[in-house]
């Protein structure tokens, strides 16, 4: 597993056991929540999003240089890297494979 990556790679997320991927280009910041009220750049909302905790705005993907970080935005009900809860505002590293929890909504993240 890696932590890094180059420019040019595609980050896909896989929601739940769900086979569809969601690839995007990672160029700062994306933010992983529900848009059925406010705007996200990545919506989770097709996924039970609400049904399963996600707050509106829940979690943030942010690139540092070759890295991808986690980091909750002040959820209800936080989010989980690897089964490790994460503080709110801490920022955590991604590894290729690894799986965040978003209340009780599981994505792998994939570089």
């Not at 989770?44 to 993907?61: N, V």
């Not at 540092?64 to 209800?76: F, N």
């Amino acid at each position: 597993m890696t932590s890094k990556f180059m420019p040019s790679t595609i980050i896909d997320l896989q929601i739940d056991d769900n086979p569809e991927r969601i690839a995007f280009d990672l160029i700062d910041s994306a933010v992983l929540g529900r848009a059925d009220v406010s705007p996200v750049e990545i919506d989770l909302t097709p996924f039970h999003a609400a049904e399963k905790g996600l707050s509106r705005r829940h979690a943030i993907l942010e690139r540092e240089q070759k890295t991808i970080t986690v980091r909750d935005l002040d959820s209800v009900s936080g989010i989980f890297v690897n089964g490790q809860r994460v503080r709110p505002g801490e920022r955590c590293i991604l590894h290729d494979g690894d799986e965040i929890r978003l209340g009780m909504l599981r994505v792998r993240v994939y570089f």
